[in-house]
Each structure stands twice: as C-alpha cells, then as structure tokens.
C-alpha cells in the first residue's frame, strides 16, 4: 500500500475524536480510583471487593481484547467502535444503580467488554488513515488522550464525590459517551472490513479462562493461604489453560494470536516494558488513593488533585515523545522510561504516615514522566510489527498487553500489600486487622482512645506495607530497564520515511 493510500482527508479531526474516546475511557478508571474509598464505606466492601470491581473491568476487557480486535476487523472498526461504546455507556448507568459489591462487579465486567471493543478499533482505525511519515505524532497524540482522562479523572471524580455520592464516578460515562457517539458519526470515516477466516472461539475461551483462573489465585491467596489446595489447583488450571491455547494458536487455520510475533526481539521488548510498567504504575495507584484519603484524611477532591502532577507529566512526554525517540532510538527511550518510573517509585517507597503532600506528588510526577516517554514509540513498535490487514490484531495485542500488566500489577501488589499489613497489624485488632478501610470502620464505632490505636497502628501498618510494594515495582523495573539495553533486535530494519524508526520493527507476518 503506496503511502498516498493511507491518507484520509479528515484525518486529524478523526484523530481528536478517537482521542476523546479514549478520554472516556481512561477517565473511568481513575475516576474509579478516587472513588474506592467511598465504595467501601457505602457497599460495605472489603480489600477483595475492592480489588475485584476494579480487576472485573480490566480482566473482561484484557481476555476479550483479541477477540473484540478480530470481531472489530471484520465488522468494520468505526461499527466495532460504536458499539462498543453503547455497551460501555449502558453498562456504566446500570452500575451507577448497583446496591452490593457483587452486583458492581457483574456491571464493571459489562463495562469492561464494551471497552475491548473501543481500544483496538481506535487504534486500527489510525493505522489505517495516516500515512506512516505521520503516524508518530498520531500515536503521541493517542497517548497524550491516555494522560489527559488520567489528569482529569482523579479531579473529576474528587469534584463530583464532594456533592454527591460514588454513583456519579459512573454517571459521568454517560454524557461523555453519548457525545462521542455523536462525534464519531460525524467526522471518523469507515474503513474497509477485513475478511479472514473461520473466528477462533475456542482460542478466546481458552485465553480467557486462562486469565481469569491466574487472576483470581493471586487475588485470593491472601485470604485462602498461598498453599491452599483451591489456590493450588487454580494456579495448575491456568497453567494447563495457557499450554492448551498455545497448543491450539500453533495448529489454528485462522489463530486468535499470531504467535510467531513474539518471536520478534523488537516486538517482545516494546510489549514486556508496556506490560512492565503499567504493572507498576496500576498497582502503585490502587494502594495511593487508600493512603491519601485514610490515612492522610483528604477529601476525595484533595486527593484526586494527587494524581494531577502523574497526568500532566504523562500527557506531556506522550506529546513528545516521538522527538525523543529520534534522539535517543527506541531501546534508548525505553530504558530512560522505565529508570525513570522506577526513580519515582523508589522515591514513594520512603513515604511515611506523615509525608508531606507535595513528595508524594512529585515521585508520581517522575513517575509520569517515564510511562508517557514510553507509549507512543512501544505502541508504534507494536503496530509497525504487522502488514496492514492485521493492524486490528496488532491493536488488540497493543491494548491486551497494558491490561493485562495492570491486571496482574492490581492483583500481585495489592496482594503484597495486602499481606504485609495483615502481617504489621498482627493479631491484635480483631477485624480490624483485615484491611485499612475496615480499620476505619471499626475505629469509627470506639471510643476516642481506642480509635486513636486503631487507627495509629492500621496507618502505619498499611504505609509500611504500600512502601514495600513500591519497593518492589522499582525492583522490577529497574530490571526491565536493564533487560532493554541488553536484548538487541535480530535485524534492524530501513526506515522509510523520517521518525519511521519508532515503527522498524521487523514485520514478521506474511500478506499472503
């Protein structure tokens, strides 16, 4: 396809829209985020509740990515984009009404699956309509839409949880979707359907069981015990879940996956350091939001405010980031992302009960800087690793891998934290000692000098336990970081066109 071929002539306003959806989807979650506190006093939910009705949404929308990319391709990407924003604005205004955690749960999975939809038809639909010379700055401009519902989630969510109550984190998905409906009808063109063969149902079965079993023993290892024989046996189901999805893509007449992507060194790198760090960056914000509006007493509002200097730095480096990776290359930016992420986290592994509000702000800010450096180049190398009959499956690829890294990076961290609070407290506070936001419950029905203990060990236990977990994630991305430098691609490939280096992954998949 001649570079003239790609280029659409509403091109970039198409861009601002497919950017806006991205905005309201993003925005749920980090609106989510500032919400849980409030979740928890309201639907009286615990720890697990907690990690679940944030986990419900990402788990569906991860499993079902490649199956909504496949699904999207055929059914035209802008068809595959509406409805799935339908289905992810219906679902929000159903959860809006949820009276228990597990009814929450049920309506955030709906969400999540409209949502798989979205992701990789935005993304498809932007391959499709610009040419590669200007697909960089397309794709920082996708990312930089990422850090803006980031940027003003956390607020939007503090404004709205000041006057009303923690429905309105779902609420405010329906106006933004109904007019980002509007605007898709209006200004992003159709792109031609992609026609294949036989949809691989068993594949996506296979997958999604597979992470749906390894998430839910991670998750409830805590509470059941690490050698339990159910968290045993689901560790061992998913294990046999994989072997047999990978079995069956390898013999598959039309996979879900194309596995001998991952064969590609340059591939494999991109995807690891996007699954890297929003491991880190996703179980790093679940713990914050607790000790900002718990242990600090912050107004959701406050709190939100928090998250501003990670978004603002996000958006900015995502904006610009194609300019770095001419200077740097790719492996260069990368590794300067993820050290920087891990500087941030290294700097919130220090914080106590009584940290002052502006050092917290500036370790996420670091943070910030190091995850938008990385978005666009790693999601270019992503895409440009396919011809473009399968931008749809790249796409899903790209979004499944950042999910799925928030997935687990929710579930191992808050898992750590988790034990290592049980683990401070001890055995002395009774129900108390389950989880931070129970500690504050029970603290509230004591008297003042009993509260007071409560809550000065709950704290403290909690802040030394969500040290640990920053710990950890700067650990392991200090790691990936290193891993960058030394795995170098097989081959390089010619770019062709200026700034074509952030897409010179070599294109493993035949046309043919």
């Known amino acids: 396809m001649s570079e003239s071929e790609y280029e659409h002539p509403r091109r970039w306003a198409a861009l601002a829209v497919l950017s806006l959806t991205l905005v309201a989807v993003t925005l749920d979650n980090s609106v989510l985020n500032t919400a849980l ?43 595959a984009l509406l409805g799935g924003l339908v289905v992810f604005g219906g679902g929000s205004a159903v959860a809006a009404l949820s009276g228990s955690p597990g ?103 296979l997958s999604t069981a597979a992470v749906a079993a390894l998430v839910d023993a991670v998750i409830q290892a805590p509470s059941r015990g690490w050698a339990d024989r159910v968290t045993l046996a689901e560790f061992a189901l998913a294990a046999v879940l994989v072997a047999g999805f990978v079995a069956w893509q390898r013999r598959a007449a039309s996979p879900l996956v194309r596995l001998e992507l991952f064969t590609n060194r340059t591939f494999a790198v991109a995807a690891l350091s996007l699954a890297v760090v929003f491991f880190v960056l996703f179980g790093t ?34 904006a610009t980031s194609p300019l770095i990776a001419r200077r740097l290359g790719v492996r260069g930016t990368l590794a300067l992302g993820l050290f920087l992420a891990a500087a941030g986290l290294l700097g919130l592994a220090t914080t106590g009960v009584h940290t002052a ?24 190398q992503i895409s440009g690793s396919v011809p473009p009959r399968f931008a749809s499956m790249a796409s899903a690829l790209n979004s499944v891998i950042r999910e799925l890294g928030g997935v687990f990076g929710i579930a191992v961290l808050g898992t750590v934290v988790s034990s290592a609070y049980r683990s401070g407290v001890g055995t002395g506070l009774g129900p108390a000692g389950t989880d931070l936001p129970t500690a504050h419950g029970v603290a509230a029905t004591l008297p003042a000098p009993a509260a007071q203990h409560v809550i000065a060990v709950a704290d403290r236990a909690f802040t030394d336990a969500m040290d640990r977990g920053a710990l950890i994630a700067a650990g392991i991305a200090l790691l990936m970081a290193v891993a960058v430098l030394v795995v170098r691609p097989a081959r390089a490939a010619a770019p062709s066109a200026p700034g074509a280096e952030v897409q010179a992954a070599e294109p493993v998949l035949q046309t043919a």
């Open 37 to 79: 506190p409030s979740l928890a006093h309201a639907l009286r939910a615990g720890t697990s509740d907690l990690q679940w009705i944030t986990d419900a949404y990402t788990l569906v929308f991860a499993s079902a990515l490649i199956l909504a990319g496949t699904l999207g391709a055929r059914l035209g990407s802008r068809n």
């Open 103 to 205: 009814q929450l749960i049920a309506w955030r999975a709906v969400m999540g699956l409209g949502a798989a939809f979205v992701m990789p038809a935005t993304l498809a639909i932007i391959t499709r309509i610009f040419p590669p010379a200007e697909r960089p700055k397309a794709f920082g401009a996708w990312s930089a839409a990422a850090g803006i519902g980031v940027l003003i989630g956390p607020v939007t969510g503090g404004a709205l949880l000041e006057r009303f109550s923690w429905s309105s984190a779902f609420w405010i998905n329906v106006p933004l979707v109904a007019f980002a409906i509007g605007a898709v009808f209006a200004l992003v063109p159709s792109v031609p359907a992609v026609r294949g063969g036989r949809l691989d149902i068993l594949g996506a079965l």
């Open 285 to 318: 914000l679940f713990e914050l939001s607790q000790y900002l509006q718990l242990v600090h007493g912050y107004s959701p509002l406050v709190a939100g405010l928090g998250a501003m200097p990670f978004a603002a730095a996000m958006a900015l480096t995502s």
């Open 357 to 380: 509000f502006w050092q917290i702000a500036a370790g996420t800010a670091v943070i910030g800087f190091g995850m938008g450096m990385m978005m666009a180049p790693a999601s270019l």
